[in-house]
């Protein structure tokens, strides 16, 4: 355990997937969290799944590329749980398909939610950090996000803007004790996010998850839980020295 007993907490897409895992983990190291999410009956479950004596748990619906959604819902939960120590900018989309090809929409929505997302809820959060002097920050990067792949160009390229604006909000805040860095997930498993995109390879007839994880250094896929210890780590007194960086949570997939 990481210390984290008392401080408060956002996390957006949290309802499933990596931002539940990364939900439940801060849940156990004692923080009191608000969930995010656009799947309003999954995140209000998980909030009582999540409960525990003496936590407060909230989940708001809403979609984070919608800047009226960010202010209100991300406004809701600030007025529920009181000044915020954590925000993990993890809700994501991942279209598949070939630069030439995708339609527009993918295009923009990928932006609208990996990016703007990120923009939007940081503008919304961040400031009253700013004005304590105090906070974490975590925005869920990915390997893809230093390496362009075949079929994933939209959101690689939203990645590696992630990588991007982390060292640059990095830059912008640190001299207010604000902490900014980044995770880069390699192939993880047991996620919506990773089912619709099985779904998505399959027909495409690209190699799936399981032949993928056997050219993996450490010979599996990543689970959830891999992500929320790091973060929970990044978000410590543990990692008190430490802003800027996006960190690899790959099994030796990527190492840069």
Known sequence: MYGLKGRKAIVTGAAQGIGRAIAERLVAEGCDVGIFDRDSETASRTAEELARPGRKIISVSGDVSVKEDVEKGIGTLLTELGPVDILVNNAGICPIGKLLEMPERDW?????????????????????????????????????????????????????????????????????????????????????????????????????????????????????????????????????????????????????
């Open 108 to 256: 923009h929505a990928a932006f609208g939610v990996n990016v703007d997302g990120m923009f939007y809820v940081s503008r919304v959060v961040i400031p009253a950090m700013v004005a304590r002097r105090r906070g974490a920050v975590v925005n869920l990067a990915s390997w893809m996000g230093k390496s362009g792949v075949a079929n994933y160009g939209a959101y690689c390229a939203t990645k590696f803007a992630i990588v991007a604006l982390t060292q640059a909000l990095a830059g912008e805040v640190g001299e207010h004790g604000i902490r900014v860095n980044a995770v880069a997930p390699g192939l993880i498993v047991e996620t919506r996010m990773r089912d619709e995109s099985e779904k998505d390879r399959r027909a495409k007839g690209l190699p799936l998850a399981e032949d993928r994880a056997k050219t993996i250094p450490l010979r599996r896929a990543g689970l959830p839980a891999d992500i929320a210890r790091t973060v929970a780590f990044l978000v410590s007194d543990e990692a008190d020295y430490i802003t800027g960086e996006t960190v690899n949570v790959t099994g030796g997939l990527w190492n840069d």
